[in-house]
């Protein structure tokens, strides 16, 4: 069992990233949920270097009834602290504000984020379908008659945009390019096989003004962080990436109360997460964005302030994405490319780490002028139809 948690020094204590790992991805039809969550749990664990024994703090949604201690369970685990937070996609994010708030404040040591999901395997084995709504209760209840879908609703966010503001088909098509570019080089992504913004705009409609491969793919996959306090950074085994600032922010459920359909609740979580740092936009060298469809990048990055309010559009042209770009995004190829289980926001967080690690192998690492790494990084999930959102900023200093 854990023992007792330190003394906060001058009432808070650093939080640090020690662990990440990422279980089997892509095509994995014979583990379960819970083979994926402990698989992706031992390799996080195995990669900080620590005991288990440090380990005191929880956090998991998305698999069982109670959820986390259904998974904890299965982990052998006793844990003393536990978040069970479920805001679809940026789930991951606003727990990891919630583990390092916990860590910081000495409530607990060593919190440990993991998540699995089969759901491609599922589909495919008719153990499940595709769901059209989330429900038809409480506010939900509004909307569901007239057939609303997730897409459906990305889909109106983004031609309300195109309508504001002139974004065009092409510019949301050049996310997907650039994004399977980033794949290409990853040897974990589901596609690798190099797009154009032609192939994007002549596939089949699946939420007008969506095609395929505006679209995330949907996948199998898990992968699990592990956040610890700095007095057992001397003992793990990799450098630890600090986290410098969080944010969380929840806007709406049903479109009607939203206000912007062009302004997302990153536009919150971002500007807390950036004061909480003491850095700007400016400061960040790559960012890792939830993007389960195309305008989901392009709206995130004007929210978090890398591009003024309708210039989205004209700022993922021209490669800027790109590993080797002006600010590469989604450097593992993103949900639209390398891996889309469900709620995809934990592999932000595992992505960025290795990038400011150095780990992300010579084919698509990221480096700054003169061959160095990066310094600052941010993870940006968001949940539901920009229902929610978490936005972390990670350094190695």
């Not at 998305?62 to 536990?82: D, M």
């Not at 499940?128 to 429900?135: I, K, P, Q, V, W």
């Not at 939830?290 to 978090?304: H, P, Q, S």
Request: aromatic share 6%; charged share 20%.
């Amino acid at each position: 069992m854990p023992g007792p948690t330190p003394a906060p020094r001058d009432g808070r204590r650093r939080v640090a990233v020690v662990g990440v790992a990422l279980s089997d991805c892509g095509r994995v039809d014979g583990p379960t949920p819970y083979a994926l969550h402990a698989q992706a749990a031992r390799r996080a664990l195995a990669d900080s270097g620590l005991d288990r024994s440090v380990i005191d703090g929880f956090a998991s949604a998305g698999l069982g009834i109670l959820a986390p201690a259904e998974v904890a369970e299965y982990l052998g685990l006793r844990p003393t602290w536990v978040d069970s937070t479920s805001v679809g996609g940026s789930t991951w994010e606003v727990m990891a504000a919630h583990a390092a708030d916990a860590i910081a404040a000495g409530h607990a040591n060593a919190v440990l984020l993991v998540y699995g999901s089969t759901a491609r395997a599922d589909i495919k084995a008719r153990r499940r379908t595709s769901n059209l709504s989330f429900g038809a209760r409480g506010p939900l209840q509004f909307e569901v008659p007239y057939g609303h879908t997730l897409v459906s609703k990305y889909a109106m966010a983004a031609r309300r945009h195109m309508h504001e503001y002139g974004t065009t088909l092409e510019q949301l098509a050049s996310v997907a390019v650039q994004a399977r570019a980033n794949a290409a080089a990853n040897p974990d992504a589901m596609f690798r096989d190099p797009i154009t913004v032609e192939d994007v705009l002549s596939g089949e409609t699946i939420a007008d003004p969506f095609t395929k491969l505006h679209c995330c793919i949907r996948s199998d996959g898990g992968c699990a962080v592990l956040l610890a306090a700095e007095d057992y950074v001397p003992d793990t085994a990799k450098e630890p990436v600090w986290i410098l600032g969080a944010g969380t922010s929840v806007s709406h459920t049903t479109m009607s109360e939203w206000e912007d359909f062009t302004v997302s609740p990153a536009a919150v979580s971002g500007r807390t997460a950036f004061e909480r740092a003491g850095l700007t936009p400016s400061d960040v060298d790559l960012a890792q964005i939830y993007d389960a469809f195309t305008y989901m990048t392009l709206v995130t990055l004007e929210d978090l302030g890398f591009c003024a309010k309708g210039e989205g559009g004209a700022f993922v042209e021209k490669g800027r994405l790109l590993r080797d770009g002006e600010l590469p995004v989604n450097t593992d190829g993103g949900g639209l490319s390398a891996c889309h289980p469900g709620m995809r926001g934990l592999f932000l967080l595992v992505e960025a780490v290795r990038q400011l690690r150095g780990e992300a192998g010579p084919d698509r690492q990221v480096t700054k002028r003169g061959g160095r790494r990066p310094e600052v990084a941010l993870a940006s999930g968001t949940g539901g139809w920009f229902c929610s959102s978490g936005t972390v900023i990670l350094g190695r200093g």
